[in-house]
T-cell receptor
Framework: GIQVEQSPPDLILQEGANSTLRCNFSDSVNNLQWFHQNPWGQLINLFYIPSGTKQNGRLSATTVATERYSLLYISSSQTTDSGVYFCAVDNYGQNFVFGPGTRLSVLP | KAGVTQTPRYLIKTRGQQVTLSCSPISGHRSVSWYQQTPGQGLQFLFEYFSETQRNKGNFPGRFSGRQFSNSRSEMNVSTLELGDSALYLC???????????FGSGTRLTVV
């Protein structure tokens, strides 16, 4: 099945810093989502981005489907951005496969 | 509109018992998927239902089962609970198979 890798596994930032999270996948996909898991366990949808670039406030994402990767940018990070960020891909009508996640800690 | 609702939020069960978890999808969403999240294995796909039919199934033993009702609400059942079944169980709904997911808050199951 399709493999999903995320890097870095852990990231510690000072409040106000910028960061880039990466997601690599091993096969072509028709869907890709980025999620943020909050401390209570809920997965919050950030972007549904099978290709192209999207922005939502301080967050933006880019997926280059032909090169099998996606990037999530967080600018001017805040302590509330802390948590685990997951990339999930759908391999043409099958289930979404999740990466291992990037654990982000933003220090005040 | 209301989000995905999972009940109960927390559950403690004893080994050997069975448990039923419930998921109510977003109104109009017909696909419901279930995932198990553990620290060691990450997020693993359990199964997906669409219009009361199981469309996909992950690599879990037969003790894990589910169903979907005509109003798209879904239940999953785990029989003969084992300690290793302790996990966060997440449900996601989508308009159709392969479209974007919206997750519920999850049910945290502890087996003692």
């Amino acid at each position: 099945g399709i493999q999903v890798e995320q890097s870095p596994p852990d990231l510690i930032l000072q409040e106000g810093a910028n960061s880039t999270l990466r997601c690599n996948f091993s096969d072509s996909v028709n869907n890709l989502q980025w999620f943020h898991q909050n401390p209570w366990g809920q997965l919050i949808n950030l972007f549904y981005i099978p290709s192209g670039t999207k922005q939502n406030g301080r967050l933006s994402a880019t997926t280059v489907a032909t090169e099998r990767y996606s990037l999530l940018y967080i600018s001017s990070s805040q302590t509330t951005d802390s948590g685990v960020y997951f990339c999930a891909v759908d391999n043409y009508g099958q289930n979404f496969v999740f990466g291992p996640g990037t654990r982000l800690s933003v220090l005040p | 509109k209301a989000g995905v609702t999972q009940t109960p939020r927390y559950l403690i069960k004893t080994r050997g018992q069975q448990v039923t978890l419930s998921c109510s999808p977003i109104s109009g969403h017909r696909s419901v998927s279930w995932y198990q999240q553990t620290p060691g294995q990450g997020l693993q796909f359990l199964f997906e239902y669409f219009s009361e039919t199981q469309r996909n199934k992950g690599n879990f033993p037969g003790r894990f089962s589910g169903r979907q009702f005509s109003n798209s609400r879904s239940e999953m059942n785990v029989s003969t609970l084992e300690l290793g079944d302790s996990a966060l169980y997440l449900c996601a709904s989508s308009l159709m198979t392969g479209s974007g997911y919206t997750f519920g808050s999850g049910t945290r199951l502890t087996v003692v």
